[in-house]
């Protein structure tokens, strides 16, 4: 049954994610409030772990999200989390989380969604940093020497907790679909879908990878070509509110600039580094076409057009 007490705390994803949002949300929730209408429906193109939707929905800042993802992977692991979670939650019980387990998922090449979606599963919960590419190694290294073991990220209780707070989301109506489509496609299907919202009533929300480190970090990575191409298609977009956060870098301060109604605030994050099990603080960028922006001492505001 949903718990709205679940959705408070502050890890609520199954997943471990590089470049996790988690610090952003109470600031995103800052400003959907500060905003009439709150926006009905959240759709999240690069949903990776998905924090974002998971807090929203679960805190009824939305009534509906669409996650959506290009990597095949995330996108069976949340469609399964979501609409078949008996069966992954039973599978994950009787998987063992070995080295032996992690070179044989790491070569599989599942053909359905169920097994599609253990795998993410498995290589997310048990990889360096949570990173699913194929150049990271196993948690705690091959011989196992280190403190830190194979399994220390693969507790099934909090797991089960958290893909059945997943499935509760779905079976309320607050999951409406998982899409595993390019961020381009997923925009263009939430518009016709779901015609009948006005633009205040549909909210875009889009994390995509970050400029610097993503071919490493991501199966489906981006091109600075295409980082020219998502500002292009967003920047003076008011057929829906939009939310775009990046790790601040002069790219993508120079592709988000210069739009009349739109805000650019810069975000202190702490985040685990990729390659690394430490945290580390840096400031994320976040562009807005809200009209209203709170004050907040959680960030400063680079100047709205
Ligand atoms: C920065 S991560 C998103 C992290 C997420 N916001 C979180 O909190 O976990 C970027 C995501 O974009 C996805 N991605 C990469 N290229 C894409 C594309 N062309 N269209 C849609 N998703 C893409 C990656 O698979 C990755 O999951």
Redesign the pocket.
């Known amino acids: 049954m949903f718990d709205p007490d679940f959705f408070k705390q502050s890890i609520v994803?199954p997943?471990r994610?590089?470049?996790?949002?988690?610090q952003l949300v109470p600031v995103i929730e800052g400003i959907i409030k500060a905003n009439v209408p709150p926006p009905r429906l959240l759709v999240?193109?690069?949903?990776?772990?998905?924090?974002?939707s998971l807090r929203l929905a679960g805190t009824d800042h939305v009534d509906h999200v669409v996650l959506?993802?290009?990597?095949p992977l995330?996108a069976a692991f949340w469609h399964t989390a979501a609409f078949d979670s008996k069966w992954l939650i039973n599978a994950m019980w009787n998987e063992p989380v070995t080295v032996e387990r992690w070179d044989w998922w790491r070569l599989a090449e599942p053909k359905g969604r169920r097994e599609t979606a253990l795998k993410c599963l498995f290589l997310n919960r048990t990889t360096f940093s949570g990173i699913l590419h194929g150049r990271a190694g196993p948690l705690g290294g091959r011989s196992q020497k280190s403190e830190y073991k194979i399994d220390c990220r693969f507790g099934k209780k909090g797991l089960e907790r958290r893909i059945s707070a997943v499935a509760d989301l779905a079976t309320s109506g607050r999951i409406l679909d998982v899409w595993n489509?390019?961020?381009?496609s997923?925009v263009e299907r939430a518009k016709k879908r779901f015609d009948m919202l006005t633009p205040d009533e549909m909210l875009i929300y889009l994390?995509?990878?970050?400029v610097e480190k993503?071919p490493f970090l991501?199966?489906?990575?981006?091109e600075s070509t295409?980082h020219k191409n998502l500002a292009q298609a967003i920047n003076g977009t008011s057929e829906f509110q939009w939310l775009l956060?990046y790790d601040d870098n002069d790219l993508a301060r120079s592709l988000y600039t210069d739009y009349i109604g739109q805000s650019r605030l810069l975000v202190n994050n702490r985040y685990t580094a990729a390659g690394s099990e430490r945290r580390k603080t840096r400031e994320e960028l976040l562009v807005t076409n809200y009209p209203t922006i709170p004050t907040s001492d959680r960030y400063r505001l680079l100047g709205t057009s």
């Open positions: 994803s997943l994610y590089p470049g996790a949002k988690r999240e193109p690069f949903c990776g772990g998905a924090t974002t959506a993802d290009a990597d995330l489509l390019d961020w381009r997923t994390d995509p990878p970050y993503a991501y199966e489906w990575s981006f295409e956060s």
